[in-house]
């Protein structure tokens, strides 16, 4: 059986498209969050007051039942940026089938638990199971999804999420009150066995990072072939601090821990709080919890990513996106708990406040990848997920039990908790604002057809050489970034492509750039065939070499020169390579002699 290689399009798995991939990824996410929903429902979690479900069993403390909520979210936390890390040496989908093991493991010990810290540890496994499904699962959505519907991918992908959570509240009162709260667990374990079974049989894909040579090109051809021959191991520290120097990127992870920390507090709490406050019972409200949830995050994650993609799918449009649409939530959810004593009214507001915070919650994860370079993507997802857990849904369940103690008024309670989202509103407004860095512009394409091999393959919206689809300038403020060549099946009869001397059935295939997941071409440091000519004239357009058909030729487009998306130049240093040769100077094909190029060829058709 091959193993399958992201830059080659012919030992993909027969199993594998883009959807089906997307498709997997979703059912993991809904599993592991059905546990987190059946985990706060009332009917599992129970009452001590009433002695239901393991609080009850247990007889523990409001304070002990946050901790349990924070153990789950510690382990989830620390266990992240371990994934992370694994993935640069690891199969990203192995390591996936392992987190799913302990995840398995975390529930069938949960349901033997014998007293609170004996729940405290199975829940701390539990966690860190969790950790390599959420952690991974982004970089994997940014490397498939089509680039005009990035966003909505995200939406889709955390949609699964909000889905598990919601039903895990409908899961938990049903099974918890016709089985017992012990069962709600075992029956998580059956199911986590065999989608464990599935991720570490089948023919597996690999993420694009910095092991597999995927960097982008504006990095500097030396720092590609320096990164792709080398073990991250013991690098961890290096890439963090690069992490942590781009202002974006920490504002982004900054203003996303008061949100989630809401929205952890109200996915806990909020069951228990309607229940006080309305006098519902408990089944009712947890399947009020339940739909509204569900409701709200399927509005939510697909208009929110929706409307990012029509703003441009870019770093500073998710910005301004989230900012609003959180201010606007903390508007409503506080007039929901300050001003109505009507449960179906209430109900109905909070859910228009509940739509605007899970709007937020897609573009956030999908700055996290935008806004570094490719091989930091697995460390920025692991790093966001462990932020926003260290610093927002871990505290929040016990923060929000001792303020309920202090307070003893569940309304006030969720009023100065949800203060929390003005923080977070301003930090997404303040990082729309500062210079950024968007490296999905200098990514992305849509993958090739099917029928590349054949010939037929085409290159799709966002990923044409000429620079269409772009949709803002790289920097602020700044000029585009340069293209890199691109490879053409020549025409029998030579010339450039598309004049008048083409047939009508000519082939012409550009590659997509050298991030794409099925772009075809050599690894940095592989010796390559093809013979660039050195270019003395500076035309805009590029003229390949003759040869018979079938043939790959490489031509060049000039970088330096006019086009329709913009003029000027762009030093590669900015990326961490050595700067781009000056305008006028001889292309070669990388060769040591000549000097780093950031011209070099791809040609393994």
């Given at each position: 059986?091959?193993?399958?290689?992201?830059?080659?399009?012919?030992?993909a798995?027969?199993?594998?498209?883009?959807v089906?991939?997307?498709?997997?990824?979703?059912?993991?996410?809904?599993?592991?969050?059905?546990?987190?929903?059946?985990?706060?429902?009332?009917?599992?979690?129970?009452?001590?007051?009433?002695?239901?479900?393991?609080?009850?069993?247990?007889?523990?403390?409001?304070?002990?039942?946050?901790?349990?909520?924070?153990?789950?979210?510690?382990?989830?936390?620390?266990?992240?940026?371990?994934?992370?890390?694994?993935?640069?040496?690891?199969?990203?989908?192995?390591?996936?089938?392992?987190?799913l093991?302990?995840?398995?493991?975390?529930?069938?010990?949960?349901?033997?638990?014998?007293?609170?810290?004996?729940?405290?540890?199975?829940?701390?496994?539990?966690?860190?199971?969790?950790?390599?499904?959420?952690?991974?699962?982004?970089?994997?959505?940014?490397?498939?999804?089509?680039?005009?519907?990035?966003?909505?991918?995200?939406?889709?992908?955390?949609?699964?999420?909000?889905?598990?959570?919601?039903?895990?509240?409908?899961?938990?009162?049903?099974?918890?009150?016709?089985?017992?709260?012990?069962?709600?667990?075992?029956?998580q374990?059956?199911v986590?066995v065999?989608l464990?079974?599935?991720?570490?049989?089948?023919?597996?894909?690999?993420?694009?990072?910095?092991?597999?040579?995927?960097?982008?090109?504006?990095?500097?051809?030396?720092?590609?072939?320096?990164?792709?021959?080398?073990?991250?191991?013991?690098?961890?520290?290096?890439?963090?601090?690069?992490?942590?120097?781009?202002?974006?990127?920490?504002?982004?992870?900054?203003?996303?821990?008061?949100?989630?920390?809401?929205?952890?507090?109200?996915?806990?709490?909020?069951?228990?709080?309607?229940?006080?406050?309305?006098?519902?019972?408990?089944?009712?409200?947890?399947?009020?919890?339940?739909?509204?949830t569900?409701?709200?995050?399927?509005?939510?994650?697909?208009?929110?990513?929706?409307?990012?993609?029509?703003?441009?799918?870019?770093?500073?449009?998710?910005?301004?996106?989230?900012?609003?649409?959180?201010?606007?939530?903390?508007?409503?959810?506080?007039?929901?708990?300050?001003?109505?004593?009507?449960?179906?009214?209430?109900?109905?507001?909070?859910?228009?406040?509940?739509?605007?915070?899970?709007?937020?919650?897609?573009?956030?994860?999908?700055?996290?990848?935008?806004?570094?370079?490719?091989?930091?993507?697995?460390?920025?997802?692991?790093?966001?997920?462990?932020?926003?857990?260290?610093?927002?849904?871990?505290?929040?369940?016990?923060?929000?039990?001792?303020?309920?103690?202090?307070?003893?008024?569940w309304?006030?309670?969720?009023?100065?908790?949800?203060?929390a989202?003005?923080?977070?509103?301003?930090?997404?407004?303040?990082?729309?604002?500062?210079?950024?860095?968007?490296?999905?512009?200098?990514?992305?394409?849509?993958?090739?057809?099917e029928?590349?091999?054949?010939?037929?393959?085409?290159?799709?919206?966002?990923?044409?050489?000429?620079?269409?689809?772009?949709?803002e300038?790289?920097?602020?403020?700044?000029?585009?970034?340069?293209?890199?060549?691109?490879?053409?099946?020549?025409?029998?009869?030579?010339?450039?492509?598309?004049?008048?001397?083409?047939?009508?059935?000519?082939?012409?295939?550009?590659?997509?750039?050298?991030?794409?997941?099925?772009?075809?071409?050599?690894?940095?440091?592989?010796?390559?065939?093809?013979?660039?000519?050195?270019?003395?004239?500076?035309?805009?357009?590029?003229?390949?070499r003759?040869g018979?058909?079938?043939?790959?030729?490489?031509?060049?487009?000039?970088?330096?020169?006019?086009?329709?998306?913009?003029?000027?130049?762009?030093?590669?240093?900015?990326?961490?390579g050595?700067?781009?040769?000056?305008?006028?100077?001889?292309?070669?094909?990388?060769?040591?002699?000549?000097?780093?190029?950031?011209?070099?060829?791809?040609?393994?058709?």
């Amino acid at each position: 059986m091959r193993k399958y290689d992201p830059t080659r399009h012919d030992t993909a798995p027969s199993w594998y498209t883009p959807v089906r991939l997307l498709a997997l990824l979703c059912v993991l996410n809904t599993a592991i969050y059905v546990d987190r929903g059946s985990f706060a429902s009332n009917s599992v979690n129970g009452n001590p007051k009433k002695s239901t479900g393991f609080q009850g069993e247990f007889h523990l403390t409001l304070i002990q039942d946050g901790i349990l909520a924070a153990a789950f979210m510690g382990g989830l936390t620390v266990a992240a940026i371990i994934f992370a890390e694994l993935s640069q040496r690891f199969n990203a989908m192995r390591l996936m089938g392992a987190g799913l093991f302990l995840w398995s493991l975390g529930c069938f010990g949960s349901g033997m638990a014998t007293g609170f810290y004996s729940l405290l540890s199975w829940r701390i496994v539990t966690g860190i199971g969790s950790a390599g499904i959420v952690t991974l699962a982004g970089p994997f959505i940014d490397d498939i999804a089509p680039v005009s519907a990035k966003t909505l991918w995200f939406g889709m992908l955390y949609l699964a999420q909000i889905v598990g959570l919601a039903g895990g509240y409908i899961y938990g009162g049903l099974v918890g009150t016709g089985l017992g709260w012990r069962y709600a667990f075992y029956i998580q374990a059956a199911v986590g066995v065999p989608l464990m079974l599935i991720m570490q049989t089948i023919p597996s894909v690999s993420l694009q990072t910095a092991h597999d040579g995927q960097l982008s090109p504006l990095e500097g051809q030396a720092k590609a072939e320096a990164r792709a021959g080398q073990s991250h191991a013991g690098n961890m520290m290096r890439d963090l601090v690069t992490l942590l120097s781009n202002p974006v990127i920490v504002l982004n992870l900054l203003a996303f821990c008061p949100l989630q920390a809401v929205l952890g507090a109200y996915a806990f709490w909020g069951p228990k709080a309607a229940m006080d406050l309305f006098q519902m019972p408990e089944q009712n409200v947890d399947l009020a919890f339940g739909v509204v949830t569900i409701g709200a995050a399927a509005m939510a994650c697909l208009l929110g990513a929706l409307a990012v993609d029509i703003m441009g799918s870019s770093v500073r449009s998710a910005m301004i996106f989230c900012g609003v649409s959180t201010l606007l939530a903390f508007v409503l959810v506080e007039c929901s708990f300050m001003l109505i004593s009507n449960f179906a009214l209430f109900i109905s507001i909070f859910a228009v406040g509940m739509i605007l915070l899970f709007a937020s919650v897609a573009p956030t994860s999908a700055v996290q990848v935008w806004a570094v370079p490719m091989y930091l993507r697995p460390l920025a997802s692991g790093l966001g997920n462990s932020l926003a857990h260290l610093l927002g849904d871990v505290p929040s369940p016990p923060l929000v039990a001792w303020l309920q103690r202090d307070q003893k008024d569940w309304r006030w309670t969720m009023v100065y908790g949800s203060f929390a989202l003005v923080l977070s509103g301003v930090l997404y407004l303040l990082a729309a604002v500062l210079r950024r860095t968007d490296y999905r512009l200098l990514r992305d394409t849509e993958p090739f057809d099917e029928t590349l091999e054949s010939g037929q393959g085409t290159q799709q919206q966002g990923g044409s050489s000429s620079g269409e689809g772009l949709q803002e300038p790289l920097l602020t403020g700044e000029d585009p970034p340069r293209r890199a060549p691109s490879l053409t099946l020549s025409p029998k009869r030579g010339g450039r492509p598309g004049s008048s001397s083409d047939g009508p059935d000519t082939p012409q295939l550009r590659s997509a750039p050298l991030s794409s997941p099925f772009s075809t071409g050599h690894r940095p440091g592989q010796a390559s065939n093809a013979q660039p000519e050195d270019k003395s004239n500076e035309d805009a357009e590029a003229t390949p070499r003759r040869g018979p058909v079938g043939d790959v030729q490489t031509h060049y487009i000039d970088l330096d020169s006019t086009s329709e998306y913009g003029s000027g130049t762009l030093s590669g240093s900015e990326y961490g390579g050595s700067p781009l040769p000056p305008r006028g100077s001889p292309r070669n094909s990388g060769s040591k002699e000549g000097g780093s190029s950031h011209l070099k060829p791809r040609n393994s058709l």
